[in-house]
Structure formats: structure tokens, C-alpha cells
């Protein structure tokens, strides 16, 4: 029966694979936070714009709209806007 070739001997010819693979996987890793942040960031500028058109709304109301929420209505929703829960860091 003939040997089998010891893994070993293939080693040489997949290495400069495995180490391009590598750098690869950390590049596309690096990628993926940077991404991530800049959606965090992305989701703080709509929660801010969002606070902003809601207390913009109390102010002067919405020309054609609805007429201006009472002060308590514009109270809670700038307390729900602003409240910890709706941060998705």
C-alpha cells in the first residue's frame, strides 16, 4: 500500500492563503464597527431632528396642521423623546 503525504507537506502552498483570508476577515471586521458607529450616530441625529420637529410642533403648531398641542401634550412627548429607552447604542 502506498503512504499517505503527511499534511505537513501541503502546508507551504496554503499559507499564503490562510494569511490573505486573515487579512481578509480583519478588514471586513474593521469595516463592519466603523459601520455600526456610523449608524449609532446616524439613529442620535434622527432622535435629535426628531425632538426638534416635535418642539417646533409645540411652538407654533404646523401651518395647515393641527393647531398647537397644549403645553402638557408637548411636556410628555419632550420627556418620552429625551427619555434612555429610545437610545440604541
Known sequence: M??????E???PLCLPQ????????VRHG???RRTKEEINELNRMIQRL???IENAKCQVGVPGGPPRL???VCAQ???TIHSPAHVHD
Request: proline share 14%; net charge negative; aromatic share 0%.
Open 30 to 32: 474593521e469595516t463592519l
Open 2 to 7: 502506498g503512504r499517505k503525504p503527511h499534511p
Open 50 to 52: 426628531t425632538a426638534e
Open 9 to 11: 507537506s501541503h502546508r
Open 77 to 79: 412627548m419632550d420627556l
Open 18 to 25: 490562510c494569511e490573505e483570508i486573515k487579512a481578509t476577515v
Open 70 to 72: 397644549p403645553q402638557p
